[in-house]
């Protein structure tokens, strides 16, 4: 059975917790009214983890640049023959699917002397990569992976060790709440 006091503190950790569920901002005052000081803190320490990781993110390996410059390259030639496409410039458009095409080839190439290089560097990448027969993997742009830190279309997903300080806030008080 809780007491009064804890019953309040669980009352709104739990209210807290639906502002942070509904995209609504928690001031850090409120938290650390409520939270214990070594639950604060351990916010602080995650949130600084995170930080850090995404200043990690800006300084992406030079290896990898070469690779997004031909997949950069591709879309670009890809974009083109979409819109001669759309204006009936179809043969037009046929040499820009096939640029596309051979440069979508090359970033393969790219990619898997990459990653034959340094496997550590597929945690960059935005989905797993495999060059097995019958993989997702082929020389067209959408089945391509992308950086983690890219914000196109196509991209499956984000880093997965990313969060935001919404999330970090909720993750505090969920270990709260079942602690």
């Not at 804890?6 to 950790?13: P, Q, T, Y």
């Not at 997702?136 to 992976?145: C, E, G, H, R, Y």
């Not at 969060?163 to 505090?172: D, G, H, I, M, R």
Request: hydrophobic letters at 30%; charged letters at 40%.
């Amino acid at each position: 059975m809780l007491t009064t006091e804890e019953a309040k503190r669980l009352n709104k950790l739990e209210g807290i917790a639906d502002k942070l569920k509904r995209g609504e901002n928690v001031q850090n005052r409120q938290l650390q009214t409520w939270l214990s000081e070594d639950e604060y803190e351990q916010l602080e320490y995650e949130w600084k983890e995170q930080l850090e990781l995404r200043s990690e993110l800006k300084d992406k390996p030079s290896e990898l640049k070469r690779y997004e410059e031909k997949l950069k390259q591709a879309t670009f030639n890809f974009n083109s023959a979409e819109g001669y496409s759309r204006k009936s410039r179809h043969s037009t458009a046929k040499k820009f699917y096939d640029k596309s095409e051979s440069l979508c080839e090359d970033a393969l190439e790219i990619l898997q002397e990459i990653l034959d290089y340094d496997s550590s560097f597929r945690v960059w990448f935005d989905r797993d990569i495999s060059f097995e027969v019958g993989g997702d993997l082929s020389a067209d742009i959408v089945s391509l992976p992308r950086l983690v830190t890219s914000r196109c279309h196509e991209k499956v997903s984000d880093d997965s060790r990313l969060t935001n300080k919404q999330s970090v806030k909720l993750a505090e008080g969920r270990k709260k709440n079942n602690g």
